[in-house]
C-alpha cells in the first residue's frame, strides 16, 4: 500500500516492474473462478505495461478496439473480453490505495470492475444490489447449491456484518476473519461477479490492517477460494452435512502467516 503524508497523485511509475508483474497474476489469477481464460494479446499487453512501455490507458484502449473489430456473438471471445478487462481494472484497484471498510466500497469495486461487461440485462445492475433471489448450481457440491439471502434483506445483513467486524478493536484472528469473509460472500449481493468483487475487497481489506498479503496464494488457487466459499456455506441435513470452515481458514493461514503451510485437500 502506497501512503503519503501529503496529497500526491498516485502514478504508475511508481510501482516496481515486480509488484506490476504480482498484480497481473493475481488478476488473471482471480478470474479463473469464473473459468475465464486471458487472451494471447492481453498477455502480450501485460508485458508492456510491465515493462513501462504502455500506461493502463494505452493496454485499455488497445483492448477496445482488438475486441471492438471482435465477433460479438462469439461466447468465447465475449469471455476472454471479459477476463482481460477485468484483469486490468482488477490490477488497477490493488495499485490504488484508497479504501473505506463499508458496505458501500462493495459496490463501488463491483462498478469499477463490471462496468460495460455484461451485454445484457446484467448490465443495468452493476455496482446495485440485486432484486431479485438467485440459487447457482456449484460443481463442487455436485450440480447443488448454497442458499443464498434474501434480497430483501441483504443492506440490513451487509450492515449487520460489518458492525461486527468493525468490533474487533485492532485484533483479528483467523476464525472470525473466515466467518466475516464467508458471510459477505454468502450474501452474494451481486447477480454476476460477486466473489472477484469479495477477493478484492478482501485484499485491501488486509492490506489496510497492515497485512503482507501472499499473493501467491490468489493467483495460484482462486478456484480453492471460492470453493471454500462455498463449503463454509453449504448443509444438508438429510445428509448430516454442515457448514465447514477449515478449508477458508487453511487458505488465510497460507494467505496472511505462513505461505508454506500446505491447503487442507478438498
Known amino acids: 500500500m502506497y501512503t503519503k503524508s501529503s496529497y500526491t497523485k498516485l502514478r504508475e511509475d511508481r510501482i516496481s516492474a515486480k509488484e506490476k508483474k504480482n ?37 485499455e484502449q488497445a483492448l477496445y478496439s482488438y475486441y471492438k473489430e471482435a465477433d460479438p456473438n462469439n461466447e468465447s471471445i465475449q469471455r476472454s473480453e471479459e477476463c482481460d478487462l477485468v484483469s486490468l481494472r482488477i490490477v488497477k484497484l490493488l495499485e490504488d490505495g484508497s479504501f473505506k471498510f ?64 468493525s468490533k474487533r478493536n485492532g485484533k483479528i484472528s483467523i476464525s472470525r476473519l473466515a466467518r466475516f469473509i464467508s458471510s459477505i460472500w454468502q450474501v452474494h449481493p451481486f447477480c454476476e461477479g460477486n466473489t472477484r468483487t469479495t477477493a478484492v475487497f478482501v485484499i485491501k481489506y488486509l492490506r489496510t490492517l497492515g497485512y503482507e498479503v501472499n499473493n501467491d496464494l490468489f493467483k495460484e488457487n482462486s478456484l480453492y477460494f471460492r470453493n471454500a466459499l462455498v463449503l463454509s456455506n453449504y448443509s444438508d441435513i438429510n445428509r448430516n452435512i454442515r457448514p465447514d470452515f477449515k478449508y477458508l481458514e487453511s487458505f488465510l493461514e497460507k494467505l496472511l502467516i505462513d505461505s508454506k503451510i500446505e491447503l487442507e485437500k478438498i
Not at 31 to 54: A, F, R, T
Not at 118 to 129: D, S, T
Request: hydrophobic share 35%.
Open 23 to 59: 498484480n497481473w497474476e493475481v488478476a488473471i489469477g482471480l478470474n479463473e473462478v469464473d473459468y475465464l481464460k486471458p487472451s494471447n494479446y492481453l498477455i502480450d499487453l501485460m508485458q508492456d505495461s510491465i515493462e513501462g512501455k504502455k500506461s493502463y490507458s494505452d493496454v
Open 102 to 165: 463499508s458496505p458501500v466500497t462493495l459496490k463501488t469495486i463491483h462498478r469499477a470492475l463490471f462496468k460495460d461487461i455484461f451485454k445484457n440485462e446484467l448490465e443495468n445492475y452493476i455496482g446495485q444490489f440485486r432484486d431479485y433471489n438467485i440459487t447457482k448450481p456449484e460443481p463442487i457440491l455436485g450440480g447443488d447449491t448454497v442458499v443464498y439471502a434474501n434480497y430483501s434483506d441483504l443492506t440490513d445483513i451487509l450492515s449487520y456484518d460489518f458492525e461486527e467486524e
